[in-house]
């Protein structure tokens, strides 16, 4: 997920504009500015490449996921049907805003099973939030349909799949709200960043409000703003918009880079026997930062795991073992360990995550290795990799 590869004079152009001006804050100061609205025109851009009507940069994906829950209203014991595989951020955003995650199975997307997400609805179920895991994507018609079904709130969670697509239409854009991590180690970088978008007139409203103390942005004096609601902090600073509009413009090419690199290996790899590769319910949108594949059974993989690493290959993820992107790893949330008393203990029929058993996850989990794409691979990179995989895998 390496935005970062392609770190040069663009992004450091974008980011003197900023420092000639002095203007670090993405709101007013219009004289001083001299023109330069960076926050405003990377939302811009976000728009029109995930076509999409709102766009809001906030300062981490992380921010993007509490400040979807809040717009879309989701707060103090509300349930929502989370998956195991994820980047712990994804938890952390619902149990800070005081909301119960229920974790349902995924299934050989490596997102949350569409039936497994059924089978988890309660009277109390309020939003579904997928996650688009390792560049690919959730089958995300299906969880649509049944969250319009139920009336339920749809928040995707696109930080790993930015500029992934499901039949042409973005990530992130299926839902009430979707989700974009600009941090430093994915696809496009702000250094630190993330954004929410969204098709909601509303929801844009009170995001927009949310992540800036409540401020209802009307008129053109910050001082004279009301503040219908209470909200936080989470703005994105100008010089972090920069980097964040140098690197969307190379989007296209990174996609393109993955997607021609990961073929390859993949090609390469096909007729491994016992090799088979992640479901992927459109192939042609995956963004391709990673390349997964499952082995037949967990001492199969733990030995190819054991193998690649020998060989040195890089950038191979055992997420079942080595990897606090799965729940086996997480004992901070199975015994609710946080700074402080979280809203969820106030709950006493809250569900008991140190019992959190996810066999149908498991069983998928144990036989699947990611292999994270670069974007500076030269050819002869590849083959010798294509050698060192081959040889690890026979
Ligand atoms: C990176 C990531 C986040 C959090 O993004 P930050 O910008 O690092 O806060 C959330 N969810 C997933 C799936 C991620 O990979």
Redesign the pocket.
């Given at each position: 997920m390496p935005g970062f590869e392609w770190f040069g004079d663009e992004e450091r152009k974008e980011v003197q504009d900023v420092l000639d001006t002095g203007v670090l804050f993405r709101y007013g100061f219009d004289q001083a500015r001299q023109g330069q609205w960076k926050a405003i025109s990377l939302e811009a851009e976000i728009v029109d490449k995930m076509k999409v009507s709102h766009a809001l940069l906030c300062s981490?994906?992380?921010?993007?996921?509490s400040i979807s829950l809040a717009a879309c209203g989701i707060g103090a014991g509300d349930e929502v049907i989370v998956p195991p595989f994820?980047?712990i951020?994804?938890i952390e955003a619902v149990l800070n805003a005081g909301a119960v995650p229920i974790f349902a199975d995924i299934d050989e997307t490596l997102c949350l099973s569409p039936t497994a997400v059924k089978g988890a609805l309660t009277p109390r179920t309020r939003a579904v939030l997928p996650?688009h895991?390792c560049g690919g994507m959730a089958r995300i018609d299906e969880i649509k349909a049944l969250c319009v079904q139920e009336g339920l709130v749809l928040i995707e969670?696109a930080?790993?799949a930015v500029g992934g697509t499901f039949q042409g239409k973005a990530l992130g854009t299926f839902g009430d709200m979707g989700?974009f991590?600009?941090?430093a180690v994915?696809t496009i970088t702000c250094g630190?960043?993330?954004a929410v978008v969204t098709n909601n007139p509303d929801r844009y409203s009170t995001a927009h409000a949310f992540s800036d103390h409540g401020h209802d942005h009307v008129g053109n004096d910050r001082g004279l703003e009301s503040h219908p609601i209470l909200g936080l902090n989470f703005r994105i600073s100008e010089l972090n918009a920069a980097v964040g509009l140098a690197q969307i413009r190379k989007l296209d090419r990174i996609l393109a880079t993955q997607r021609k690199n990961k073929q390859i290996l993949k090609e390469a790899m096909a007729d491994l026997p016992g090799v088979s590769f992640r479901s992927l319910p459109d192939e042609q949108g995956d963004s391709a930062t990673f390349l997964s594949f499952l082995l037949p059974d967990e001492a199969k993989t733990r030995q190819a795991v054991d193998r690649l690493g020998k060989e040195g290959v890089d950038g191979c993820f055992y997420w079942y073992a080595n990897n606090w992107h799965y729940y086996k790893q997480w004992n901070h949330l199975k015994n609710l360990h946080s700074a402080a008393k979280l809203p969820i203990t106030l709950m006493p029929d809250r569900p008991d995550y140190s019992r959190l058993s996810l066999e149908a996850s498991d069983r998928i989990m144990q036989r699947m290795v990611s292999m994270q794409i670069k974007l500076g691979w030269s050819e002869e990179d590849i083959n010798v990799r294509i050698d060192k995989i081959l040889r690890s895998l026979a």
């Amino acid at each position: 997920m390496p935005g970062f590869e392609w770190f040069g004079d663009e992004e450091r152009k974008e980011v003197q504009d900023v420092l000639d001006t002095g203007v670090l804050f993405r709101y007013g100061f219009d004289q001083a500015r001299q023109g330069q609205w960076k926050a405003i025109s990377l939302e811009a851009e976000i728009v029109d490449k995930m076509k999409v009507s709102h766009a809001l940069l906030c300062s981490s994906g992380t921010a993007a996921l509490s400040i979807s829950l809040a717009a879309c209203g989701i707060g103090a014991g509300d349930e929502v049907i989370v998956p195991p595989f994820t980047f712990i951020a994804t938890i952390e955003a619902v149990l800070n805003a005081g909301a119960v995650p229920i974790f349902a199975d995924i299934d050989e997307t490596l997102c949350l099973s569409p039936t497994a997400v059924k089978g988890a609805l309660t009277p109390r179920t309020r939003a579904v939030l997928p996650v688009h895991m390792c560049g690919g994507m959730a089958r995300i018609d299906e969880i649509k349909a049944l969250c319009v079904q139920e009336g339920l709130v749809l928040i995707e969670d696109a930080c790993q799949a930015v500029g992934g697509t499901f039949q042409g239409k973005a990530l992130g854009t299926f839902g009430d709200m979707g989700c974009f991590s600009f941090d430093a180690v994915k696809t496009i970088t702000c250094g630190e960043g993330g954004a929410v978008v969204t098709n909601n007139p509303d929801r844009y409203s009170t995001a927009h409000a949310f992540s800036d103390h409540g401020h209802d942005h009307v008129g053109n004096d910050r001082g004279l703003e009301s503040h219908p609601i209470l909200g936080l902090n989470f703005r994105i600073s100008e010089l972090n918009a920069a980097v964040g509009l140098a690197q969307i413009r190379k989007l296209d090419r990174i996609l393109a880079t993955q997607r021609k690199n990961k073929q390859i290996l993949k090609e390469a790899m096909a007729d491994l026997p016992g090799v088979s590769f992640r479901s992927l319910p459109d192939e042609q949108g995956d963004s391709a930062t990673f390349l997964s594949f499952l082995l037949p059974d967990e001492a199969k993989t733990r030995q190819a795991v054991d193998r690649l690493g020998k060989e040195g290959v890089d950038g191979c993820f055992y997420w079942y073992a080595n990897n606090w992107h799965y729940y086996k790893q997480w004992n901070h949330l199975k015994n609710l360990h946080s700074a402080a008393k979280l809203p969820i203990t106030l709950m006493p029929d809250r569900p008991d995550y140190s019992r959190l058993s996810l066999e149908a996850s498991d069983r998928i989990m144990q036989r699947m290795v990611s292999m994270q794409i670069k974007l500076g691979w030269s050819e002869e990179d590849i083959n010798v990799r294509i050698d060192k995989i081959l040889r690890s895998l026979a």
